[in-house]
């Protein structure tokens, strides 16, 4: 990665665990309900994929553990955070919270709450890249435990067959819930088992951008160039409880410490700060500057906005009626 | 009897079966080392061991196909679906094998396996954690289907539900975990079918089922203090097969009926029960029975939005008053 690039994600992934930070804490003050999966620990991940993709341009998709991506591919953190708030302006208009945000705009295609469900949905994407003939690839971020749905091995066996151009990336975080890779999976090494489908495949560490950028940089070359899917297994770790709800008693404290020893954020500060393009300072005041940045300006957005007016819970539902009537009454001119 | 909660008697149902029978076991995601998510499990994996509390991968058709599987040999599995949103995906093999495994071997095969799950909107969890889905069991042939209001009815149905030799469905909710309420300390079964006069009227009756039970019992009493007005509250815990002589039973009595369920109304339990008052007493009626339900969309994430798309007993309420004229 080329320096500029390096300092430039330095400070999204600050964005990124501040934002997600700020988020359980808007939740403990019942700020944010329902459920909600945070990223740090994972930041690497998704930033190391999307800096060899093109955000914004290629799509992406993914699970309910979705805020970061939705960031990382354009969307407004203020608007996702609006969202969390439930807001009329939040990225889903206050419909679908946490779990559900989109930017379409930003060809983010979604989060999903269906453990396994994005898996076809990404290939369908892929397929309509395909039919449309653009150089877009698909991308699909969904966790370790996900590939235990049976909707795993069906959409991996289409996406070889019809040489689809999408990139599955499973994010081993080495746990489902509360429930052990190796308690749930016959296999710990996730990217091993699409070697049925005759699909590329490479795993690589999750926690080391630059490990990830080049990684993913194979695996994003391998699909726009034609030559069908790719699947890319990234080694890494979740900080906090899978939900809020979550007291984390399935794992020590030891392991956890462990990890964060590999925080994806430390491990590129300490190389920037060796390398002379930063000073610790530096990155202490980038760190202040980004939390004024949520508070003044994402927190304060979503504080402000208004709720969705109850005389609009119907609206979205369906297509606009009026736009539908000639087929809706069979008059079509 | 003991004040309990709705969980802990879920709990206490495992155990005791579990422990009186070898080839009752339990399955689903995170029901073991991690207790369940609703605690429905909770000391189980470390009681039982793990052949009998399994944590499955998160493969709900195949996992509950592989406890349908093991119930053909007699094995007694209860099968957690965490959420019943997730029981979409099993749906396959709860209806085209458990259901139907008798009546396609001519008798030969059983699956007598139980099915549970939380349904229902609880706070905020957005539209793919919020279904209702009780309207889409209730249809199947050869499947039971029951819903506890109470933590009587959620211990002793389920005691039921594991010693039956069909397939049965229990429906729990997830804002009723932690409700309490008296559990007989001695082994009780729940009978699975009938329903039960919960609170005894003479003017109109309000049918519900699991968490609108609680509604109906909140509009009754407003009736009577507000309106004198005297409501009958059924409670219609079983849901397939339905309770016809009941339902005949307490709209003979009141004359008027409202049927109050969490699901969005279409194709749903309440146009069953309306359909069943239409053909056991239609001439008992004196006034057009009526629903009150969800409204038709996909649950909206926003706390105020989701409010207004829920019913309440002030909606029960102002139904019956409509009924009566009064509104
Ligand atoms: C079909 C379905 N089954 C179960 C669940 C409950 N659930 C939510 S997340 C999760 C674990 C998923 O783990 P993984 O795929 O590794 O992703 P991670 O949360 O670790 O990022 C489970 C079991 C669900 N949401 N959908
Ligand atoms: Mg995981």
């Known amino acids: 990665m080329k320096l500029e690039d390096k300092k430039r994600v330095l400070r999204e992934m600050v964005v990124h ?110 397929k309509g890249i ?73 795993e690589t560490d999750g926690q080391d951008i630059e490990k990830v950028y080049e990684a993913a940089k194979v695996a994003v070359n391998h699909v726009r160039s034609g030559k069908g899917p790719y699947f890319l297994e990234l080694l890494t770790y979740r900080y906090r409880g899978h939900s809020m709800s979550d007291s984390r008693g399935y794992r020590s404290r030891e392991e956890e410490e462990m990890w964060k020893q590999r925080d994806p954020i430390y491990i590129l500060r300490d190389r920037l700060i060796a390398e002379k393009a930063m000073t610790m300072a530096d990155y202490e005041a980038m760190e202040k500057e980004v939390d004024a940045y949520i508070e003044n300006e994402v927190i304060k957005f979503a504080e402000e906005s208004p709720e969705p007016k109850v005389e609009e819970l119907e609206k979205y539902v369906l297509a606009d009626r009026e736009s539908q009537l000639p087929w809706i009454t069979g008059k079509a001119a | 009897m003991a004040e309990i909660m709705y969980w802990e008697a879920i709990q206490r149902a495992h155990d005791e079966e579990m422990a009186r029978d070898p080839l009752v076991i339990c399955m689903g995601e995170d029901i073991g080392v991690a207790g369940g998510t609703y605690k429905a499990t909770k000391g189980l994996y470390e009681k039982y061991g793990p052949l009998r509390v399994i944590d499955t991968p998160i493969s709900e058709n195949s996992y509950t196909g592989l406890g349908i599987g093991a119930s053909f040999l007699g094995v007694r599995p209860i099968i957690e679906l965490m959420s019943v949103n997730f029981a979409w995906l099993a749906m396959d093999q709860m209806f085209n094998s458990a259901a139907k495994v008798r009546y396609m071997s001519g008798g030969q095969l059983t699956a007598p396996c139980v099915f549970r799950s939380a349904g229902g909107a609880a706070h905020q969890l957005g539209a793919q954690h919020s279904a209702r889905m009780e309207k889409v069991f209730m ?13 009587k009815q959620a211990y002793g149905l389920l005691k039921s539900a594991i010693r039956c030799d069909d397939p049965v469905y229990i429906n729990e909710h997830e804002l009723m975990y932690n409700m309490k309420g008296d559990v007989p300390d001695t082994e009780y079964f729940h009978p699975l079918e009938g329903s039960e006069v919960t609170r005894s009227g003479t003017d109109v009756t309000l049918f519900g089922y699991n968490i609108s039970v609680h509604w109906n019992l909140k509009a009754a009493e407003i009736l009577d203090k507000q309106y004198g007005i005297s409501a009958e509250v059924v409670d219609l815990y079983s849901l397939s097969p339905l309770d016809r002589e009941g339902i005949r039973k307490s709209v003979s009595k009141t004359h008027r009926a409202v049927v109050v369920g969490e699901e969005e109304a279409p194709v749903g339990v309440c146009s069953e029960v309306i359909s069943v008052i239409n053909e056991e007493c239609f001439f008992e009626l004196d006034a057009a029975p009526v629903r009150v339900n969800s409204a038709l969309v996909p649950q909206p994430y926003n706390h105020g939005l989701e409010k207004a798309a829920i019913p309440n007993a002030e909606d029960v309420v102002a139904a019956v008053l409509k009924l009566f004229g009064k509104a």
Do not use: W
């Open chain 1, 17 to 126: 665990r501040r934002f997600e930070e700020r988020c359980y804490q808007a939740y403990i003050e019942r700020k944010i309900g329902g459920f909600l999966h945070l990223y740090p620990g994972q930041e690497a991940c998704c930033n190391g994929v999307m800096e060899a993709a093109r955000p914004g341009y290629d799509y992406v998709i993914t699970g309910y553990r979705d805020h970061v991506h939705a960031i990382k591919c354009g969307a407004d953190p203020k608007e996702v955070m609006a969202e969390l708030y439930g807001k009329e302006t939040g990225s889903s208009k206050g419909r679908g919270g946490s779990m559900h945000i989109f930017d379409v705009s930003k060809r983010f295609m979604g989060g999903y709450a269906l453990v396994g469900g994005p898996f076809p949905l990404a290939a369908g994407i892929a």
């Open chain 2, 139 to 151: 249809g199947i042939a050869g499947l039971r289907v029951v819903t506890p209001s109470n933590p």
């Open chain 1, 130 to 202: 395909q039919m449309k003939g653009g150089d877009e690839i698909a991308i699909c971020f969904l966790g370790d435990a996900a590939n235990n749905q049976g909707t795993f091995h069906e959409t991996m066996n289409m996406a070889a067959l019809y040489k689809l151009p999408v990139l599955f990336v499973c994010e081993n975080n080495l746990y489902g819930i509360g429930t052990a890779i190796e308690r749930s999976t016959a296999v710990v090494h996730q990217h091993k088992r699409v070697c049925g489908y005759d699909m590329e495949a490479a």
